[in-house]
């Protein structure tokens, strides 16, 4: 009895691995309408296609502020293809701590006016905080209160592609 059921068991485990498993639907169906022309008459045809964006963010891993200064800088890139109805927004933290085993923590500034990238042939006018992607960003930090010693801190970018809201 134990071996039937055993082989129960792998039979059906072995048919259900065997079945095909779909990751991608294609939201886009073909659609194949025709119409009927007769002769000497001119007819238009419609022609649709959608293609998705892709695009890459590039971000600095470390940035180191002066000693002097007590700031520093750091630069933003886009690339890819997105809609003209998209944006890829780079949004870093406001403000970040800043550390040093046995002092206060000393919090740091972030600035980036730049924060919305658009496609580079986007034809519409850019307003303020807007660049193309091949113009890229410079954002600023600034830590006025570090004193002497090392500090580490981190912040984080918040990345996105959005879509225009309606208007």
């Given at each position: 009895?134990?071996?039937?059921?055993?082989?129960?068991?792998?039979?059906?485990?072995?048919?259900?691995c065997a079945l095909p498993?779909?990751?991608?639907?294609?939201?886009?169906?073909?659609?194949?309408e025709t119409q009927n022309i007769s002769a000497n008459e001119t007819a238009q045809t419609s022609v649709y296609a959608e293609v998705g964006s892709t695009f890459t963010v590039t971000i600095p891993k470390k940035i180191t502020l002066s000693g002097e200064t007590k700031s520093g800088t750091y630069n933003v890139t886009c690339t890819g293809d997105i809609a003209g109805t998209e944006f890829i927004s780079v949004t870093p933290a406001a403000s970040f701590d800043m550390t040093q085993k046995g002092k206060a923590d000393v919090t740091a500034t972030v600035t980036q006016e730049t924060t919305k990238f658009r496609a580079d042939n986007?034809?519409?006018?850019?307003?303020?905080?807007?660049?193309?992607m091949?113009?890229?960003?410079?954002?600023s930090i600034t830590a006025s209160g570090l004193t002497s010693g090392g500090w580490n801190g981190t912040f984080n970018f918040t990345i996105a592609l959005n879509q225009d809201s309606a208007d």
């Open positions: 009895m134990k071996k039937i059921v055993s082989l129960a068991a792998v039979a059906t485990m072995a048919a259900v498993t779909f990751a991608y639907t294609n939201s886009t169906e073909t659609v194949n986007y034809t519409t006018e850019l307003i303020a905080g807007e660049a193309k091949a113009t890229g960003a410079t954002g």
